[in-house]
Nanobody, 127 residues
Framework: QVQLVESGGGLVQAGGSLRLSCVAS????????MGWFRQAPGKEREFVTG????????NYVGSVKGRFTISRDNAKNTVYLQMNSLKPEDMAVYYC????????????????????WGQGTQVTVSS
């Protein structure tokens, strides 16, 4: 089992920045990839970005490219999401997710592919 705990959410004005953190504990050696998803009220949970744990390769949804950056610190079992130039449409609950390593050579973007989830952290962007 893997446990995930997010932090760093909050209220920010449009154009501002936030950095989210997600600390993994438990059987972290089994992690193959980690991702960030978000869910706004009345909407489906959507993929934002992900990173392969071994190689550091990343994938982003088009709407955040150039504004958000995912990174990881393997020694701390932590993944970060740096969010710059935030927009009101970025407002959502952000969830960290981890996928077991099954030898995949890509970053999964479908939420059903992820095995573990954090509790979520709220990001509010005021216009």
């Amino acid at each position: 089992q893997v446990q995930l705990v997010e932090s760093g959410g909050g209220l920010v004005q449009a154009g501002g920045s936030l950095r989210l953190s997600c600390v993994a504990s438990g059987r972290t050696v089994s992690i193959g990839a980690m991702g960030w998803f978000r869910q706004a009220p009345g909407k489906e949970r959507e993929f934002v970005t992900g990173i392969r744990w071994s190689t550091g390769s990343t994938n982003y949804v088009g709407s955040v490219k150039g504004r958000f950056t995912i990174s990881r610190d393997n020694a701390k079992n932590t993944v970060y999401l740096q969010m710059n130039s935030l927009k009101p449409e970025d407002m959502a609950v952000y969830y960290c997710a981890a996928k077991k390593d099954d030898g995949m050579g890509y970053v999964p973007i479908n939420r059903v592919q992820y095995d573990y989830w954090g509790q979520g952290t709220q990001v509010t962007v005021s216009s």
